[in-house]
Nanobody, 119 residues
Framework: QVQLQESGPGLVKPSQTLSLTCTVSGGSITTNYYYWSWIRQPPGKGLEWMGAIHSSGSTRYSPSLKGRSSISRDTSKNQFTLQLSSVTPEDTAMYYC???????????RGQGTQVTVAS
């Protein structure tokens, strides 16, 4: 059974770069043609897809983030990482990592990690 676990700082200052890691167990991030996504949910709002890395290693990003996001992976640790630069308080949200057959389908999701952007 595949499980995902997010980790990262709970508090980030404005203008800094947020870095979150998703550790995957029960399955490899390099096999079976899955998309490994980052999604977030700001307070009082819906889920927003941020970007994904495919099992092949290719990446896709949401245009709404205007080039601030970067997703990479460490196959030796079975982890993938999100970096979001120049954060503002509007980036405050619950952040999730997820797996799906497409970038808009998240069949398996982690429990999420709260990130607050504040000085």
């Amino acid at each position: 059974q595949v499980q995902l676990q997010e980790s990262g700082p709970g508090l980030v200052k404005p203008s800094q770069t947020l870095s979150l890691t998703c550790t995957v167990s029960g399955g490899s991030i390099t096999t079976n043609y899955y998309y490994w996504s980052w999604i977030r949910q700001p307070p009082g709002k819906g889920l927003e897809w941020m970007g994904a890395i495919h099992s092949s290693g290719s990446t896709r990003y949401s245009p709404s983030l205007k080039g601030r996001s970067s997703i990479s992976r460490d196959t030796s640790k079975n982890q993938f990482t999100l970096q979001l630069s120049s954060v503002t308080p509007e980036d405050t949200a619950m952040y999730y990592c997820a797996r799906g057959r497409t970038t808009i389908e998240w069949a398996i999701r982690g429990q999420g990690t709260q990130v607050t952007v504040a000085s």
